[in-house]
Nanobody, 121 residues
Framework: QVQLVESGGGTVQAGGSLRLSCAAS??????YGWFRQAPGKEREFVAG????????YYGDSVKGRFTISRDNAKNTVYLEMNALKPEDTAVYYC????????????????RGQGTQVTVSS
């Protein structure tokens, strides 16, 4: 059974940092990523990474502030979020797929339950 379990969410002041983790089990996918959804807003692709190799992808709104990484030995993907802004407040979901799906969030094959990130001003 495939599971993606997110952790690390919480409340932080603007300018602060958080690191999200996504522990994967059941199988290994070629690509992992994160998307987010804020109340009343469209879902937004945040970042993606290839399980092997160095390919990383970022949404325009987080480039230069967020970093996606992985620990193959732990089957875990991370999202390091720095210089957080109130507009980063959202539920963050881990996603996984055999092929890279980019911002086509519905095309990613699996997603986790999400973790809430709240950035206060």
């Amino acid at each position: 059974q495939v599971q993606l379990v997110e952790s690390g969410g919480g409340t932080v002041q603007a300018g602060g940092s958080l690191r999200l983790s996504c522990a994967a089990s059941g199988r290994t996918f070629s690509y992992y990523g994160w998307f987010r959804q804020a109340p009343g807003k469209e879902r937004e692709f945040v970042a993606g990474i290839r399980w092997s190799g160095t390919n990383e992808y970022y949404g325009d709104s987080v480039k230069g502030r967020f970093t996606i990484s992985r620990d193959n030995a732990k089957n875990t993907v991370y999202l390091e979020m720095n210089a957080l802004k109130p507009e980063d407040t959202a539920v963050y979901y881990c996603i996984a797929s055999l092929g890279y799906r980019g911002s086509s969030i519905d095309d990613w094959e699996y997603r986790g339950q999400g973790t809430q990130v709240t950035v206060s001003s």
